[in-house]
């Protein structure tokens, strides 16, 4: 038990040893880095924001493209879109709800 608190005080008098041989930054030097740290985190987030909304752009342009063409292809088949779609299985749908049992 001795020896734990040997090793316990002899490991804080190192940590107090190093801590003496430490050479801190100067409140100017501390200021100047604090403002680097700052302006680079604001540029970075300016960075990413533009390129969020370029891809955001290209995609939904892509996407809306996409569907056009899809729409334009159904038409000219003559193939229902899904909206049509939608409205048959929902009109199925009430014929059966009638509540008669057989």
Do not use: C, H, Y
Request: charged letters at 30%; a negative charge; hydrophobic letters at 35%.
């Amino acid at each position: 038990m001795e020896e734990a608190k040997k090793s316990k005080s002899g490991f804080f008098a190192g940590v107090k040893k190093e801590f003496g041989r430490v050479t801190w930054p100067t409140r100017k030097e501390t200021f100047k880095q604090t403002v680097a740290v700052l302006l680079l985190s604001v540029m970075l987030g300016v960075m990413i924001s533009g390129l969020d909304a370029g891809f955001s752009t290209i995609v939904l342009s892509l996407t809306s493209n996409r569907q056009a063409q899809t729409t334009e292809v159904q038409e000219q088949t003559g193939e229902e879109t899904e909206e049509g779609e939608e409205d048959a299985a929902a009109e199925d749908s009430e014929e059966e709800d009638t509540g008669e049992t057989d």
